[in-house]
C-alpha cells in the first residue's frame, strides 16, 4: 500500500480598523475549567448582540452543517482498504495484510484520538465526527491487522483500551458529566504521547543519515511533563501555560501534517513509484479538508485552520501536482480540481468578509494566522 494512503487514512495585524476585541488566550483566562478554558465559536460567544447581522448566523450555521458533511470523504477514504482487507482475510491471504504499516495507522489513530478530544472541548460536533469516524475506521484496520498477525495481539489490546477510554471521556466531558480534573490529565497525557510520536516520526523520515534512536522523543516528552508538573504548580506564565495547552491539539496536526511531508520527499526521491499512488485517495482528502477550512476560517482557530489548509493544499493538491508533472494522472484531473478548489477558496473567503462585514476577503485569513479577535464589531443587523 502506498505511503500516502497508510499516512492518510490515516499568531495582532493593523489591516483598517478591524478588532477591539481580545484576543484567543485573554478569553480564556479566568475560566472555571482551570487552565483547559472552552474556545467558543463566534456565535456563542457573540450571538446575544444586537449588532449581529444575519449573515453571519447563516454563514455560522453552514459552515457548522459543512464541517459535519465532510465526515463523508474521510469515511470513504478509508472503506475501500476496509474492503480489500475482508476479502484478503476471507481468502487466507494474510500476507497481502502486511503491507499495510500497523505503525503508520497507529500513528494516524493517536492523531484522531487526540484531535477528537481537542474538537470535543471546543463543542464542535463536525469536525469531533470526522475524528471519531478516523478513530473507529483505523481500529477497524488495526483489528483485521491483528487477525493477519501482522500487529502484535497485545498492542491491539493497548490500542483498544486506550480507544474505549477516550471515547468514554470525550463522550462525558462534552455532554458536562465529567470532572475537570480527569479531563485536565487525559489532556495532558495525550499532549505528552503525541509529542514524543511526533519527534520519533519527524526522527524517523532522515533514517539514512540520522542513527535509529528514542532520544527526540524521550527529551521532548520529558520537557513536557516537566512543564506539566510547574504548570501544575503554578510556577509558569501565563502565556507559557496557554502555549502548553494547545500541545496536544498542535501535535496532532503536525503529525497529519508531516505525513504528506514525508510523501513528497519520497514522491521527488522516487518519481518511478508515483503511480502506485491512489488519486481518489488525494481527492478525498483535498475535499474533506477543503471544507473543514470554512468552519476552521470562521472561528478563527488558526491550529485548525493551519491543519485544514495544509491537508487540502499540500496534502491534496501539491501531492496531485506531483502526479500530474510526473504524468502518473490525466491532465483534466489535475486542471479540474485546480479550477474547483480555487473557487471553493475564493468563495469562503467572501463569505467569511460579508459575515464579519470586513474590508477585505483575505482580512479573515489574516486575523486567523495572526491571532486577531474573534469578532468585527463594525458588524450590523442586517
Known amino acids: 500500500m502506498p505511503p500516502l494512503s497508510v499516512a492518510l487514512i490515516s499568531s495582532t ?3 483598517g480598523s478591524m478588532r477591539e476585541l481580545p484576543l484567543p488566550h485573554e478569553l480564556m483566562q479566568g475560566d472555571d475549567t482551570e487552565s483547559y478554558g472552552t474556545f467558543q465559536g463566534p456565535k456563542q460567544q457573540y450571538e446575544s448582540r444586537p449588532d449581529v447581522g444575519a449573515c453571519f448566523l447563516q454563514w455560522d450555521a453552514s459552515t457548522s452543517r459543512i464541517a459535519e458533511f465532510a465526515t463523508f470523504p474521510f469515511l470513504l477514504m478509508q472503506v475501500p482498504q476496509i474492503i480489500l482487507n475482508t476479502q484478503n482475510l476471507l481468502n487466507g491471504n494474510y500476507v497481502a495484510l502486511a503491507a499495510v504499516e500497523w505503525k503508520a495507522q497507529l500513528t494516524s489513530l493517536a492523531g484522531n484520538l487526540s484531535l477528537m478530544s481537542y474538537f470535543v472541548h471546543k463543542k464542535e460536533r463536525g ?16 483489528l483485521q491487522l491483528t487477525i493477519a498477525q501482522a500487529m502484535p495481539l497485545f498492542v491491539f489490546i493497548l490500542t483498544m483500551v486506550a480507544c474505549v477510554v477516550g471515547f468514554l471521556i470525550s463522550i462525558f466531558h462534552y455532554v458536562g458529566y465529567l470532572n475537570q480534573q480527569i479531563w485536565r490529565f487525559w489532556q495532558e497525557a495525550i499532549g ?30 520529558s520537557i513536557d511533563v516537566i512543564l506539566l508538573i510547574l504548570a501544575r504548580l503554578n510556577k509558569l506564565r501565563q502565556a507559557l501555560t496557554f502555549m502548553l495547552n494547545g500541545v496536544p491539539g498542535w501535535t496532532a496536526t503536525l503529525l497529519f501534517m508531516w505525513a504528506s511531508v514525508a510523501q513528497l520527499k519520497h514522491n521527488f526521491q522516487s518519481p518511478s513509484n508515483i503511480k502506485g499512488l491512489s488519486v481518489l485517495t488525494i481527492l478525498l482528502s483535498l475535499i474533506g479538508n477543503g471544507l473543514l477550512m470554512s468552519r476552521a476560517l470562521f472561528i478563527r482557530d488558526v491550529m485548525w485552520f493551519t491543519g485544514a489548509s495544509f491537508g487540502c493544499l499540500v496534502q491534496g493538491w501539491t501531492i496531485l501536482l506531483t502526479m500530474y508533472i510526473y504524468q502518473a494522472t490525466s491532465w483534466w484531473i489535475f486542471w479540474l ?9 475564493g468563495f469562503i473567503l467572501v463569505k467569511d468578509q460579508k459575515s464579519y462585514a470586513l474590508r477585505w476577503p483575505f482580512s479573515g485569513l489574516i486575523e486567523t494566522i495572526c491571532g486577531g479577535g474573534l469578532y468585527n464589531t463594525n458588524v450590523q443587523v442586517s
Open 13 to 15: 495585524m493593523a489591516f
Open 192 to 221: 505528552v504521547v503525541g509529542l514524543f510520536v511526533l519527534c520519533q516520526i519527524v526522527w524517523s523520515t532522515f533514517s539514512e543519515v540520522l542513527p535509529s534512536s528514542v532520544i527526540p522523543g524521550s527529551v521532548a516528552a
Open 127 to 142: 469536525a469531533m465526527v470526522v475524528q471519531g469516524v478516523g478513530v473507529v475506521t483505523t481500529l477497524v484496520v488495526l
Open 337 to 345: 480540481t485546480t479550477g474547483i478548489l480555487l473557487v471553493w477558496l
